[in-house]
């Protein structure tokens, strides 16, 4: 079992950046594949970014290519999400995902353990 806190969230202007972070706990964070997924309201939640658990690959949606840097450092159990010239459109609550043994997947089925999210607004 993995249990995961985000943190980083908050308030920012249309242009600006923001870090999230992810803290697991457990002895075994690499064998998850991690990633951040976000739900808007009113809307389904969302791939948005996916590391290995080498950290060796990362894949991102097209709607955050270029913008949004996925990160892990396994000495820490920790994941985090750069993520630059952020636009309205970005206004969710942001998850952070573990998928135990995973390849790195954009599917929402893929992933058995989700923090408690982390509200990102984005002001325009």
């Known amino acids: 079992q993995v249990q995961l806190v985000e943190s980083g969230g908050g308030l920012v202007q249309a242009g600006g950046s923001l870090r999230l972070s992810c803290a697991a706990s457990?002895?075994?964070?690499?064998?998850?594949?991690m990633g951040w997924f976000r739900q808007a309201p009113g809307k389904e939640r969302e791939f948005v970014a996916t590391?290995?658990?080498?950290?060796?690959?990362?894949y991102y949606a097209d709607s955050v290519k270029g913008r949004c840097t996925i990160s892990r450092d396994n000495a820490k159990n920790a994941v985090y999400l750069q993520m630059n010239s952020l636009k309205p459109e970005d206004t969710a609550v942001y998850y952070c995902?573990?998928?135990?043994w995973g390849q790195g997947s954009r599917r929402v089925e893929e992933y058995e353990h989700w923090g408690q999210g982390t509200q990102v607004t984005v002001s325009s």
């Open positions: 457990g002895r075994t964070f690499s064998t998850y594949a």
């Open positions: 995902v573990a998928d135990l």
């Open positions: 590391i290995t658990r080498s950290g060796d690959s990362t």
